[in-house]
């Protein structure tokens, strides 16, 4: 008996051809920048994006750290959306070890506006200097929430105006460009850095990547190295970040296609309120209505049928499924089955099987 585990697609284990890869990798020492896995990663990965270098990290928070710590300086101002993963989960570190100061606009699904935007930067004089803007797509706490390249290009151009730069938190960005039907490049045309997962979707046991300008990622490189991210023979790792991404971004639009239609199911089990048209990417974010149950009770419900969902931010009655690689349509429709048993305590005739 397995668990149908839908908390994140981080769960995906490496797969045969990427155990394989990993096995047969051609290593050297990577802080030297003689590991020919490696080298060969970042140059696939800046390519596929569209940017001159990158440097790959080994996870997806130290991708952060490395775009925000490279274009600032201690003391700046960081504009970002107060639902940013760079502020609700990443115990602060960009503030703590970076020293620049979070300045907070309203989210609004991951497109903050201008206007918000015009508010937040300070005028120059005795004010801290407002040198970045964190943007976020696919959003993870607004459900997967998709950006345009045209409503990225809007902000990049506001920031690039007043002499701020742009990173963007691409954690999911080929969800996102699965999404929108568009190439991961041009999502990310505009911006200055981006940060990349191949641990999520792309079903990769370690790293991430941070892409952009030569000379930024040089200063990244730096960072990672202070940040003690610098590996060895990481080949061994690149080795399966390269089979995901070379296999895996076409088939994103299939997790995708069982995230909508989770979505569309619970939609339909009283006790779940949920806008299945919100769920555009492999992120189901859904609410357990608090008079029929507590969040909490439902999620550990569901557990012991071998379902496992995650919940979102503090005591919050909102909760979060993920579709991935080892997440078939079948596990999908037992899924469903479960949640529409634990919800109107109907016979659970359904577990997950296998
Ligand atoms: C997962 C995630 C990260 C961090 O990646 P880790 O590899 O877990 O450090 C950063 N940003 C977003 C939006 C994410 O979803």
């Given at each position: ?166 990173h963007l938190d691409g954690a999911r960005i080929f969800n996102a460009a699965a999404a929108l039907g568009v190439e991961a490049k041009a999502l990310v045309r505009d911006v200055d850095t981006v940060q990349f997962c191949f641990s999520k979707g792309l079903a990769a046991p370690v790293g991430s990547i941070l ?144």
């Open positions: 008996m397995r668990y149908i585990e839908l908390r994140s697609d981080t769960f995906t284990k490496p797969t045969p051809a990427m155990r394989k890869a990993m096995a047969d990798a051609e290593v050297g020492d990577d802080q030297y920048g003689e590991d020919p896995t490696v080298n060969r990663l970042e140059k696939r990965a800046s390519e596929i994006v569209g940017k001159e270098a990158g440097v790959y990290v080994p996870s997806g928070m130290m991708g952060n750290l490395c775009g925000v710590l490279s274009q600032t300086q201690r003391g700046d101002e960081v504009v970002l959306g107060d639902l940013a993963h760079i502020v609700q989960n990443e115990m602060g570190a960009c503030f703590v070890v970076g020293g620049v100061v979070p300045r907070l606009v309203p989210n609004r699904d991951g497109f903050p506006s201008l206007d918000d935007l015009a508010s937040a930067v300070r005028p120059q004089g005795m004010f801290p200097r407002t040198s970045l803007v964190c943007l976020e797509n696919s959003h993870n706490n607004c459900g997967g929430a998709v950006i345009t390249a045209e409503q990225t290009k809007s902000i990049v151009d506001f920031a690039h105006v007043r002499g701020m730069r742009v892409c952009g300008d030569g000379e930024t990622v040089a200063k990244a490189r730096r960072v990672r190295k202070m940040l003690g991210g610098a590996m060895r023979q990481a080949g061994v790792i690149a080795a399966a970040a390269l089979v995901g991404l070379e296999e895996m971004r076409d088939r994103l639009v299939e997790d995708h296609r069982n995230a909508q239609r989770f979505a569309q199911g619970l939609a339909e089990i009283p006790g779940v309120r949920i806008d299945p048209r919100r769920a555009v990417t492999n992120i189901v974010s859904f609410e357990i209505d608090p008079a029929v149950m507590d969040a909490g009770a439902f999620q550990k419900a569901c557990a012991e049928k071998r379902l496992r969902v995650s919940r979102y931010l503090g005591n919050s009655p909102r909760l979060r499924a993920v579709t991935h690689l080892d997440v078939t349509r079948d596990d999908i429709d037992a899924a469903l089955e479960i949640a529409r048993a634990v919800l109107i305590g109907a016979p659970a005739a359904v577990t997950a099987g296998r």
